[in-house]
């Protein structure tokens, strides 16, 4: 698995990132033909992204979106 970090908070520092525990996950997971995108926002951006996507009001803990056709089917 591939595993793409991008980090856009403006405060980083304010949760740092356990990058071995990433790691851990994405060794866990184990399937080399996936990647994994991982993006860190601020709570306006992510807002933002609820609303724009899913119709959502406020901040979220998570958002995900798969690339996979048939997602749900397996």
Known sequence: MKLELVEQRTRPEAMPLNAAQLGDLVTTL???????NL???DDPVMADLNARWYGGHGVT???SF???EDAGSE
Not at 30 to 36: A, I, S, T
Request: hydrophobic share 55%.
């Open 61 to 63: 803990d998570v958002l």
């Open 66 to 68: 798969t690339y996979l």
């Open 39 to 41: 993006v860190l926002v």
């Open 30 to 36: 184990g399937h080399p033909d996936w990647v994994l």
